[in-house]
């Protein structure tokens, strides 16, 4: 059975900087085809943040994180990261994992797993 489970999130000032894990069970990282990170905002939808493609290890991110976060899959660990800097307060939110185990469900941006969340507050 997989499961993801989220930890790191917490309360910054603006400027600070987070390192979010996605702690991954049943499976090795490397053995989903990809994996994510979304955020909601209160009272909004789940967006978007990073993606990290475990065969060819390549990666993207949103345009509004570009250079200030950072995917990366930690295989001894067996998590996936997400290293955020200079931090703002449009940041906030519950931010998710997911992983998916077919290059298909890559394609779509379909995952199967999620985790529970885990909470970041910036404040200005």
């Known amino acids: 059975q997989v499961q993801l489970v989220e930890s790191g999130g917490g309360s910054v000032q603006a400027g600070g900087s987070l390192t979010l894990s996605c702690s991954v069970s049943g499976i090795s990282v490397r053995s989903a085809e990809c994996m994510a990170w979304f955020r909601q905002a209160p009272h909004k939808g789940r967006d978007w943040v990073a993606s990290f493609f475990s065969r060819t290890g390549n990666s993207g991110v949103v345009s509004s994180v570009r250079g200030r976060f950072t995917i990366a899959q930690d295989e001894p660990r067996n998590t996936l990261d997400l290293r955020m800097s200079a931090l703002k307060p449009e940041d906030s939110g519950t931010y998710f994992c997911?992983?998916?185990?077919?290059?298909?469900?890559?394609?779509?941006?379909?995952?199967?797993?999620w985790g529970q969340g885990t909470q970041v507050t910036v404040s200005s």
């Open positions: 997911a992983a998916a185990l077919r290059s298909e469900e890559c394609a779509k941006m379909q995952y199967t797993y």
